[in-house]
């Protein structure tokens, strides 16, 4: 059910049943010394697209660079500033809202972009607020973290514990593993388990960070438990799409 | 500690001894059927102040207007874009760091303003990290909630249990009549406590909360209740501003 | 009589008398060597507050940090880039617009915001001149400066002579120290009267006026000056927005 | 000396004796029932390229379309948006300043401009002061208007009177007429002597001010006394301009 | 050579031996009666993929949603606003130009983002030309279409002949099939050949190409023609790169 | 028929045969060792107003400083950003589209406006198609440009061959000749031609091109052929302009 692979008449056909799409929003960003670059955007893709075919919804293409400017003092990362990623998604979420879709269901990789994806709403819902009247009325968009999930995160703490951490954890590493076999690096992590704390800039992450993880031990990861967390979530973000795209 | 009251050779003195500042910040917006279109202004100042006083730190003037779009279907609120208040953030920290100013520390009054000032940081972040140089090394931003110190949440649950609920809140009453005892006005509830739930922009707001208020019965407030939530929360922030601060 | 201390529903009923509003809007920079930072923000909220009760209009909050660039070389001064405050000046004037305020009122405490605050009105109308039709016909914004009421000119002319000055005047001090008396602060001046002239960026004007002052004497202030001042403007500006309301 | 007329190593060899450069500024926009829609930019253009001939200094392209939303409910009129109007004045200079000018003198022929380009000269200057450090120090802009020279207000009030007015005065059209004597168009003005007042938005505008001017009998215009209004405002601007580039 | 697939670690040894990076990008939209809406996104991807394992350069995440209003008026069809790909350009590059990348090679999928595409470079350079010194000295960027390719026009020419057309070509359609053989729709067009012509906005392009094509019969396409095509281009291309890169 | 010497009632009486304007953009920027920075301005000009008068259509002011940062490394060549001339753009079609104008006919004078400026008439676009609802529906915007004429193609090939070039060519010489006679200087080019090749920001321009031709050799321009240059063009952007207007 990607919009991608659509022809413009078929999503005809699919407005007149619904008015919901899903939007992977992920980032690219250095994950550890055996994580990928891309693990975020890999995880939203793989996640929303299978949400797709489970509620069969469309599925737009994946916005793979995010917000990740704390993550610029390791090579290969990438960001937009908040104000980039504010208007790329007006402009997706405009453009789409001309063809009659209303609901917008982000499906989020990377806790990065929850401050700005939710920025960005208040500025689509601000300008139909304070400007000539809406244009698309009913227009209203949702952010979901596959990793927020309650399956997912019984699943974490009953398998990794307190090795999940918070970045390049073993539960995305396993889902880019699952997603992407080929890339099983295993590692040994010196610590094992990386330290927590808090961080303001790049340089300021790096100091803090210095091989990029968060309090976590990704080395636990595994390709099979990767296809467990994809099953939780989609599990129990699908019962969370049906329940909103029922509301009034 | 006002910014507001110092001559700037007095400013210059402090940041001999000093390059921490609050940065108040709430919202103008409804409140509900008995509460203060400034509630959040409001509470972010006092708090903010009696924190200045209790750390010895400077206090800049309140951003009063923050962004508050889902309560533009109530009169008299106001919102910024939150595009605009990513500027007026932004200009503000670099005002205040080309005099040597480092650490900023925002006492925020309005849930609503949480992402937009998370993705502000970022996008002053990421201006260093992107562009010819960090102009001002060092800076670094941090957000606190005064409701969310755990003091102000144990003695909020303890005295208002399930009818503190989320918006108009018997707890940001209570703190308004304490700074502001001429607006003390009961009122009967109707229905006492507030629904809850969820709502997308302005409109959607209004239909689902018609009186402004989210779960909650702010006729329970009293300024006595006001008091104890502003020294619960001043001691918890004084905390974890002196700790932040004293952090290399 | 502030928009602060109403709840949305008392907004609502004023709104059915009147679409006016004060918008007080001052500044954040240095005023020389005993002159309050927040001098310009001070002024602006007491007349602005004062005028408020004298014609029962609702006065909005007070925009504190204005446009003060040139300022920048001493501590403590804050500036909003122009572009920022006309997004400021846009989004507030938006937001009341959209209840049916159409009337705005800007009292204002800073030279250096007449330009930008001016460009700021222009930047409203122009969007509803070049845009799918007004959204809010009938907006109109009118700036005063509260030291430019011709009883003001006179009664500083006749007090201070040649020591008023254009910064950090003996009546704007006076002006603060009426709403501050704990402010007061007398030290001599050296030179006593500040020199006169031009400049151009921050560097330019600190080299030009190395304790902040342009052509003023501010040890000549005095709180019951300033009494008499705020009494004068205020009688000035009533006249003034009464006239302005009335018209067609 | 027009820019527009040099080669580059022209300009090259300019700069080894004078950094400054003259900036005309005008508007495209309705003058009354005779004035040109050009007035402004015609009265800059004239005026900048004479005095640039007396103080042989060179003079750049004229900026044509202007600040002019007021205008906008009369066909042919033209508006750059404020916050246009400041990023092409600052991508002006910044590029001139890259080769070296510093000294950026505007020769204006609209009041309309006036606050914006003011504003625009403050933006240019904060993205110095708060920035990682000014790349082109000691750039300065002055913004001086055609019609208020001494010299010019004199000969204007002794010829016009009263009949002056303050748009698509006699001056202004009798200059333009001056540089384009096709152009002279005779015409009974009904009534002789527009109106005075205020304007908020171009609808109001043109309420007020149904034939375009304001305050004037352009009738009285003719090319001979431009030539005198044109020899007067450059005498004075020379004097201005010589001084101003002669101070550190 | 995916970015997304590399450790950051990776990315440090990669560029100790190239500064190059080949970034796709495509758009969204639709694509006539059978063709894909993701159809300029896959080409640009499954091409730029292909050139960095030939040329064994890392390729970037694909920009999947480019500048397509003109398409706005048939489902599914998404754009960015120039302004808004500007700012992703510019932001993308300037990512991994702090890195140390210093050759951007773009491979574009879609026509309508040349123009803007093109626009982002320069603003790239002018933000180094107008600034405060260039912090990324050396950067380049090139912009090079797939369907541009000597090799690719020939064969196109040979095969399709008049019926390639320029938008939903026989070409393109063959590229995605060749990459997606589940997508192969075969269908009679009417008319065979869509018509040719210019168009202005979305409402003129929907009534001057009524099912989307122009001058295209993309029925003839074939997923063998689709690798043939992706051979050429990515020959052709893999030279060019060389000797970009080769260039001082 | 400049919009320039017109007035706002003439401009009403044109708007009723016609909604069609010419829109004269050149740039600012060196033309080599012997062409006047204003080549591009002075040649959009002529032509544009030449055109004007042979189809009897209004000519709106020039846009005289265009897009040209590559050229920034010459003395006195300016460039807007890509982002400012956007901006323009749209600022001057939104103010005579409320006029009634519809058709933008752009006469340009640079190749490097060409991407800035269709990326401009796209952002109009798409703010009509993104927007609610389009003000000005039927606006549609051409460029031409005046050296791409076929009749233009012959003559300089005939006449220059391969020292035509591509900047600071003989052809645009002849044109400012033919314009400014006083303008002429004859030089011996060294080299005789200039090289060809690509570049990337303005240091590299100058690197590869060091007097600031491309492949030219300017000093084969004369004025007659300036005028016949002119006369090639006009007639055959008058052809398309009649061709265009009479369009549905």
């Known amino acids: 059910m990607l919009l991608h692979l659509q022809t413009w008449s078929e999503v005809e056909a699919y407005l007149r049943r619904s008015t919901g799409i899903i939007m992977p929003i992920g980032s690219t960003e250095q994950h550890g010394p055996n994580g ?14 299978s949400l797709g075919e489970r509620v069969q919804a469309l599925v737009a293409p994946t916005i793979a660079v995010g917000m990740a400017q704390h993550h610029l003092a390791f090579a290969g990362s990438m960001t937009l500033r908040p104000s980039t990623l504010i208007a790329v998604v ?4 405009a453009s789409l809202a001309k063809h009659g879709f209303r609901r917008f269901y ?10 700005t994806v939710t920025a960005a709403f208040s500025e689509i819902y601000a300008e139909a607020s304070l400007g000539p009247g809406s244009n698309s009325p009913g227009i209203r968009c ?4 596959w990793w927020e999930s309650e399956a997912v995160k019984r699943l974490s703490r009953e398998t990794f514990g307190n090795a999940e951490g918070s970045h390049a954890t073993p539960s995305e590493v396993s889902l880019t593993w699952h997603a992407h076999p080929e890339a099983v ?8 388990i990386a330290p927590m704390g808090e961080f303001a800039d790049a340089a300021d992450y790096r100091r803090a960070f210095p091989d990029g993880r968060i309090g976590s031990n990704p080395d636990l990861a595994s390709p099979e438990m990767g296809a467990r967390l994809l099953e939780a979530t989609v599990g129990d973000l699908a019962r969370d799409y049906a329940d909103w795209m029922s509301r009034g």
């Open 36 to 49: 990928l670059i891309g693990t975020d955007a890999i995880c939203a893709e793989v996640v929303g697209r």
């Open 90 to 93: 007006r402009d997706m979420v």
């Open 106 to 115: 982000f499906v989020n990789g990377h806790g990065g972009n929850v401050a």
């Open 142 to 145: 949702r952010l979901r973290n």
């Open 185 to 192: 690096r295993h590692m040994k992590m010196e610590p094992e």
